[in-house]
């Protein structure tokens, strides 16, 4: 990796200047939170209405001015079942991570921090508008000497002191939910994605998942992933080949083709699950913003920041908990969400439990060609989360282990992108297909490998 620079002047300024509007706006969010826990507790101990739709606008409205890492937490949230208050998380989906882009003197600047003073040399030419930018950083198009389109992701200045803050932010939130409901214990979460978060900002590691990545899906033919130029990244810049595609909403309007949309659904199948079942490795981010489409319906990958990789025991519990489902086999359930992390199973607990397991799996127990799930909105899915709310907190309550965050907004997260494909797809047979007669031992050799050549660290 090139070496940096010291920081110039000019350049610290700029941080300190953004560091001062930060602070304020963190204020702001500070007194949104409050103003939650005041009505949060009138309602508990005092009888007042809580008027939890309108205090959740207040909220997205606060948060939303921040655009930045909060953003990114918000968003997978809003995905994971009562990990937030309903109105909360219905008004956190809506909002978009894109933030206002760094403008040209400043980005000049952080290229000669990354590059050295004759970083322009390094490349045939640099877009100085970006051509995206989302809550950690933004990319610009450039050209290298050898002809090839490229992209350069560009890290926001002071990420690191902006990420902690937010997830203080996201501590208080939590505890003040967590005081209202015991429903569910979000301390295992907060952990999850606090590491996972804090990986992100390393783009010297988002770089060995994408050279992981590109192995493991070699033998895809329907997945493409960047090839990431080292001689010209660093730990806050990630250069990688451009690829062209096309965001997935604009291609389902614009290609009405049936069997296309199925192809589409079937790479993103594979594009997700065969790092899975085959490596023990997930994406946890499918984010719209995350991945591109091609005119063939093959897949683009783009953003591998919020990478997971698993213990080949879970891969092997998740599997488990589908043939326990499959044969109600009792004991096999229990011994399947120990094997995730829950503990303390009673027959209760269990029966609650399988409600929500029993709608994700859904597709992949039925052997015939379905959409992904039989309503085409959220809303069924809002309603199994209910109950499954609803009966935890009659048992007594459970702390999601840390292992199920991203595992299950994967899940959720590619759902919603086949119900926008409106894919009718036989995914027990795609399932059947990927893990076969699932071998643990094959899947840790697998994983060992394709680690060790990626230099990426293992599970744990």
Known sequence: MPSRALMSDSEFTDESSRLSGRVKRYAKVGGTVGGLAVQLIGARYLGLDLDSGRHSSDLKAALGGLKGPLMKLAQILATVPDALPREYAEELRQLQANAPSMGWPFVRRRMRSELGADWAKSFASFEREAAAAASLGQVHRAVGHDGRDLACKLQYPDMQSTVEADLQQLKLVFSIYRRSDKAIDPSEIYKELSERLREELDYDREARHMRLYEAMLKEEPGVSVPETLPELSTDRLLTMTWLEGTPILDFVAGHPDEALRQTVAFNMFRAWYVPFYYYGVIHGDPHL????????????????????????????????????????????????????????????????????????????????????????????????????????????????????????????????????????????????????????????????????????????
């Open 289 to 460: 913003g995350n991945y591109s489409l091609r005119e063939d319906g093959s897949v683009n990958l783009l953003d591998f920041g919020c990478i997971r990789v698993f213990d080949s025991s879970f891969v092997r519990g998740v599997i488990d908990l589908y043939r326990a489902l499959e044969t109600d086999d009792v004991d096999l359930a229990v011994s399947a969400y120990e094997t995730w992390g829950f503990s303390g199973i009673n027959k209760e607990l269990l029966d609650v439990l399988n409600i929500w397991a029993e709608f994700i799996y859904a597709p992949l127990l039925e052997d015939k060609v379905r959409r992904i799930q039989d309503s085409e909105s959220g809303l069924y899915g809002a309603q199994v989360a209910g109950k499954v709310h609803k009966e935890l907190k009659r048992v007594g309550g459970v702390t999601p282990p840390r292992e199920f965050v991203l595992m299950d907004r994967a899940a959720i997260g590619l759902g919603s992108v086949f119900m926008h494909l409106k894919a009718e797809v036989n995914w027990h047979r795609l399932f059947h297909d990927l893990i076969g007669d699932f071998d643990e031992q094959a899947l840790r050799k697998r994983q060992a490998a394709a680690l060790k050549a990626a230099e990426v660290p293992a599970a744990g």
